[in-house]
């Protein structure tokens, strides 16, 4: 007898190819402020909420942001509330995880979704590998991810890197670039998110002096910059409409005219554009032209969030333990106690976040990983100051994990009367890391 399938398993095909079939499912709201909605999972993943960028978009006021998600898993289709404020719910029981029958109706907010498991599945290609440049990961959408990024770095065509922050689309494309024949070329950045229109027009296609107020000089564009190599256009979803023609016009004819010039210059570039926003729905939105979208969108490539790959996190964290303590054996200070702990967390600031805690881990061994973990946890729920909120989530993280940091050294060097050695024995770090970490937050040791 033929071994059952699994609603969602990696198959093997021959001795070098492997295969993720993965199960699909349909939702529709059947009830509610926003009956009539629907959307069919793409990928493995479908979310429901509020955000324009959700796949299953809600306009009910008493739903989240980013409420829910169902998960192709192994075990079957899996419901996972978001950290919803309302809740999720499945015949009157509030959800946090739960593996789904073949039809299910879920509450969320006001709203009554109807889950359908469909038959067919949609098979993905893996990469034999577990790591594409600094990028890891033996999970299978990480390798299916490394399969696309491999077939990215043969060709010379445009890439679209989709994917929460954190989740390392540089990282992606730098390596697309290092295993391409451009390699020996100039990889260039602009993060099309960090300056104004005017100035990013003259950042991408450079101006000629006078061009407007300020310009004294001739200044060479990021395009014209990355001839031969590859441009990389970070958060390319910020880029204002009014610039999106002429990077269309770009792209099409790989032609630039810098500000201020009347003369056409060509150059030969590699676009790899990357963006956490849902272009898709931003086309839909008219906020992103659609004839750009899919002109950057030749090879699109999805890097996974780290909650959908938990069997990665203890590999990861002990690579980035190995860099950070080379003369140490990872597993001595990242034990499996701690590895399991850091792998039940929901990591919403995905690998950047977990480099962050490894690090606090390396530089204070003397607190529980329990205590890093819900200051991370508290980090996030609790009201942000004013000041936070004019920040970035990860400016606004970092800087109240920086808080922490003080307060458990000015506790520490408190009981202990500011006597370095007797603090840095209780920390369990050298008083070398103890002493910078001091003055690193202008205190006072002995």
């Known amino acids: 007898m033929a071994a059952k399938l699994l609603p969602t398993e990696v198959v093997r095909r021959s001795e070098n190819v492997e295969t993720w079939l993965l199960q699909q499912a349909h939702a529709k709201v059947t009830r509610g402020p926003d009956k009539g909605r629907e959307a069919t999972m793409q990928g493995g993943r479908l979310v429901m909420g509020t955000d324009p960028e959700c796949d299953l978009v809600l306009t009910d006021t008493s739903a989240s942001r980013r409420h829910c998600e169902l998960a192709a898993e192994p075990s079957g289709l899996v419901l996972r509330d978001l950290g919803s404020t309302n809740g999720t719910f499945v015949a009157d029981l509030r959800i946090e995880k739960a593996t789904l ?3 299910t109706i879920l509450v969320v907010g006001r709203n009554q979704v109807t889950v359908c498991v469909q038959h067919e599945r949609e098979e993905r290609p893996l990469s034999r590998h577990e790591r594409f440049g600094e990028l890891l990961g033996r999970s299978p959408a990480m390798r299916h991810a490394f399969n696309l990024l491999d077939a990215a770095a043969q060709s010379d065509s445009t890439v679209l890197l989709e994917g929460e922050s954190g989740t390392g689309k540089e990282l992606a494309a730098r390596a697309i ?14 993060d099309c998110g960090a300056m104004a229109p005017t100035l990013l027009e003259s ?12 310009a004294t000089i001739t200044r060479e564009g990021a395009l014209a910059a990355a001839h031969r190599g590859t441009l990389f256009l970070d958060e390319v979803g910020e880029l204002e409409l009014s610039l999106q023609p002429k990077l269309l016009r770009f792209l099409e004819r790989r032609e630039l005219r810098p500000l201020g010039s009347n003369t056409l210059k060509t150059v030969d570039v590699r676009v790899v554009a990357a963006t956490h926003r849902r272009l898709e729905q931003m086309t839909a939105a008219k906020s992103f032209r659609e004839d750009l979208y899919y002109r950057l969108a030749v090879i699109r490539v999805r890097l996974p969030a780290l909650r959908e790959r938990p069997e990665d996190i203890a590999m990861l964290a002990l690579a980035m333990a190995a860099k950070l303590r080379p003369h140490l054996d990872p597993q001595r200070w990242l034990d499996e106690a701690t590895l399991t702990m850091l792998g039940g967390y929901a990591w919403p600031g995905n690998v950047r976040e977990l480099r962050n805690v490894v ?6 061994p003397g607190v529980s990983p329990e205590t890093l ?7 996030e729920s609790a009201p942000l100051e004013p000041a936070l909120a004019t920040r970035s989530y990860h400016e606004a993280k970092d800087q109240v994990l920086e808080r922490f ?10 009981r202990e009367q500011g006597v370095v050695v007797r603090a ?3 920390a369990g770090v050298p008083r070398q ?9 202008g205190l006072k040791g002995e």
């Open 101 to 103: 029958p073949p039809q």
């Open 177 to 190: 670039h290092a295993r391409s024949t451009r390699s020996e070329g100039p990889f260039v950045v602009v």
């Open 203 to 214: 950042e991408l296609f450079g101006h000629e002096k006078g061009a407007f107020t300020g």
């Open 405 to 414: 940091e003080r307060d458990y050294l000015t506790a520490l060097l408190k």
């Open 424 to 426: 840095a024995e209780v």
């Open 359 to 364: 690090e606090r881990l390396a530089a204070l």
């Open 373 to 379: 973990l819900r200051s991370e946890k508290s980090s």
């Open 433 to 441: 890391t103890l002493f910078r970490l001091i003055k690193k937050h």
